[in-house]
């Protein structure tokens, strides 16, 4: 199955895949401050690296990517940029707050304090490296939510 599919109602702008990241990033930050919601702020770490990843991908590549896998988003980016690699780890470690944080289980999901704050500080780096890759700043601090 190939990846490089296309969802035609995405957006051709990677623009626009980084401002819906910078909201799941500031939304990861606020929920990490209700230790009652570490698997909404998981979840949220997960959609802003996603969505930061395709941005990238769109971006340098003009390649529009289709799928939620982070460590093969992140391997994809490293195909650009070898810079990725020290994130591919982690985004394994993301992949599983994809789906175990939105729906119940009979063995819930229970992320820890350390691993929320660890999660946020992850996701910020590697937002805050793509948004400086592509010098898109400007154009975030302008954006409206969303």
Known sequence: MTRRRHNPTDSRRYQDWLNAAYDDL????????????????????QQCAEKALKGYILARDNQAVDG??????CKRACRIDGEFTQWLDESAALNKCYIETRYPTDIPTEIPD??????VEMTRQMFRYVADELNAWDELDEMEAY
């Not at 990490?32 to 770490?45: G, K, S, W, Y």
């Open 26 to 45: 500031r939304a990861a930050e606020l929920l990490l401050q209700d230790d009652t919601l570490n698997n909404a702020t998981a979840f949220h770490c």
């Open 68 to 73: 939620h896998n982070l460590t093969w988003l």
């Open 114 to 119: 350390e691993q929320a704050a660890s999660l």
